[in-house]
């Protein structure tokens, strides 16, 4: 099974960075994915880690350390579009399905 | 690339109806489709795992004879919610895999989501 846990809310400024931490336990771990998803639509992809160190991608970084269970999306320069949930997704090997098991989801607010 | 659509994006239906949703690969070969339902502000939940030419391998607690799951060929997958009661009111939301013809192996592409009423 997996715990995958995310702050359920956030709120920064235009212009600012903001960090979601994201913290799992699964067995048979083969990639960390970041989805964003506004409200009424599908999640978007975002960034995928499958192993340890940073992924920049533009305004979007990601971090993961498999030792500790552990990830961030990395928010810069933040923008009112930025105004979504912000979803941590690991995939994990069982039964060759590739499952991708969500966490709850981090609100992120962007104020003016 | 990689498109996925789903149909319809809305539907209202009477308790007790059955509603038939479908989605579609429109650029790729899906040989995996996972279905997902979503409460209001809460996160995905799958529902089950749809594999061409096979039986769909459905999560614990998802009444597999409610949700019925038809994968016929590697770009269509449907879902039917059969004698639906509120309760099954959600978003509902598709996601075709490639395999390990994709870009990452076994990266999901996500519809645009199917809302359903049940009144």
């Known amino acids: 099974g997996q715990n995958i846990d995310q702050p359920t809310e956030m709120t920064a400024t235009e212009g600012a960075i903001v960090q979601i931490n994201c913290t799992y336990q699964t067995s048979g771990f083969n990639g960390l994915f970041w989805y964003q998803q506004h409200a009424g639509e599908a999640p978007t992809f975002l960034s995928y880690?499958?192993?340890?160190g940073l992924e920049e991608k533009g305004r979007f970084s990601s971090f993961l350390s498999r030792s500790k269970g552990y990830s961030y999306l990395l928010l810069k320069e933040l923008q009112m579009k930025d105004s979504a949930s912000y979803l941590c997704?690991?995939?994990?090997?069982?039964?060759?399905?590739?499952?991708?098991?969500f966490g709850a989801g981090t609100t992120v607010t962007v104020r003016a | 690339g990689a498109v996925v659509s789903q149909h319809p994006s809305r539907v209202i239906c009477k308790s007790g109806t059955s509603v038939k949703i479908e989605c579609r690969s429109l650029d790729f070969q899906a040989t995996t489709m996972f279905w997902y339902r979503q409460f209001p502000k809460q996160s995905l939940m799958l529902m089950a795992t749809s594999n061409e030419g096979s039986k769909a391998t459905y999560e614990q607690g998802v009444e597999k004879d409610k949700f019925l799951i038809n994968h016929a060929s590697l770009t269509l997958s449907t879902l039917t919610v059969t004698s639906a009661h509120p309760e099954d009111s959600s978003f509902y939301i598709c996601?075709?895999?490639?395999?390990?013809?994709?870009?990452?192996?076994?990266?999901?592409?996500f519809g645009p989501g199917t809302r359903l009423t049940v009144t």
């Open positions: 996601s075709a895999a490639p395999g390990l013809a994709g870009a990452r192996p076994y990266e999901q592409y």
């Open positions: 997704a690991v995939r994990e090997t069982r039964r060759g399905d590739y499952k991708l098991s």
């Open positions: 880690n499958v192993l340890d």
